[in-house]
């Protein structure tokens, strides 16, 4: 059973447009998000988070979307640059603790 | 400052060979964390420790894995004997001792069990 599924597993978009890529989780006791990024034969690495008493947090390009209610967050790249092209993982940690839940990936693709 | 280091970076090895994975993470990092990239089910916890401690080794798919911390700049990921399901990449992450405390990766071990 997968606490934190990304259905989307890959997402093409032009240059200049906006990407939205969706995650959903089932577990209440989540209180954190994150977004990772990942590019080939790359560790993934941190762009960024939010946490649950929030329902946006923006840096720069990059908006992270929270609705609780929805157990839905998706993240917004405006504009997308071919340098985005890369796997997106979403994750989530609960109250206290440091171990995060991953799903699966999206793969997005900017085209030029 | 070094990131977290993985080794190898790539290991074919075949069905019942003992593979032994290994990580330094980043100096002063707390929690150590062992997970799993495969294309199905994406990033999966193996194991975490803190302060060098297995806290929750709840994600090690059977007795077939081990994994040790015998200190603070070292920790195994060990698979004997293993199985060509076993294939996938491997990724060591690091941690400050914070809650919610953004994970560091290394660049992970590709792992293919023929």
């Known amino acids: 059973d997968q606490q934190v599924k990304q259905n989307s597993p890959s997402l093409s978009v032009q240059e200049g447009r906006i990407s939205i890529l969706n995650c959903d989780y089932t577990?209440?006791?989540?209180?954190?998000f994150l977004w990772y990024k990942k590019y080939p034969a790359e560790g993934p690495t941190f762009l960024i988070s939010?946490?649950?008493?929030?329902d946006k947090n923006e840096d720069g390009r990059f908006t992270v979307f929270l609705n609780k209610s929805a157990k839905h967050l998706s993240l917004h790249i405006v504009p997308s640059q071919p340098g985005d092209s890369a796997v997106y993982f979403c994750?989530?940690?609960?109250?206290?603790?440091?171990?995060?839940?991953f799903g699966a990936g999206t793969i997005l693709r900017v085209k030029s | 400052d070094a990131g977290v280091i993985q080794s190898p970076r790539h290991e074919v090895t075949e069905m019942g060979q003992e593979v032994t994975l290994r990580c330094k993470p980043i100096?002063?990092?707390?929690?150590l964390f062992w997970y799993r990239q495969t294309m199905m089910r994406g990033l999966e916890l193996l194991i975490y420790?803190?302060?060098?401690?297995?806290?929750?080794d709840s994600g090690m798919p059977e007795d077939r894995f081990s994994a040790k911390m015998p200190n603070a700049s070292f920790s195994t990921l060990k698979i004997q004997p293993s199985e060509p399901r076993d294939s996938a990449v491997y990724f060591c992450?690091?941690?400050?001792?914070?809650?919610?405390?953004?994970?560091?990766f290394g660049e992970g071990s590709r792992l293919t069990v023929l």
């Open positions: 992450a690091s941690s400050p001792g914070v809650s919610h405390g953004e994970l560091f």
């Open positions: 577990n209440s006791m989540f209180d954190y």
């Open positions: 939010i946490s649950s008493i929030k």
């Open positions: 994750a989530a940690s609960p109250l206290y603790g440091n171990k995060l839940v």
């Open positions: 100096s002063g990092h707390d929690y």
């Open positions: 420790f803190n302060n060098n401690v297995p806290i929750d």
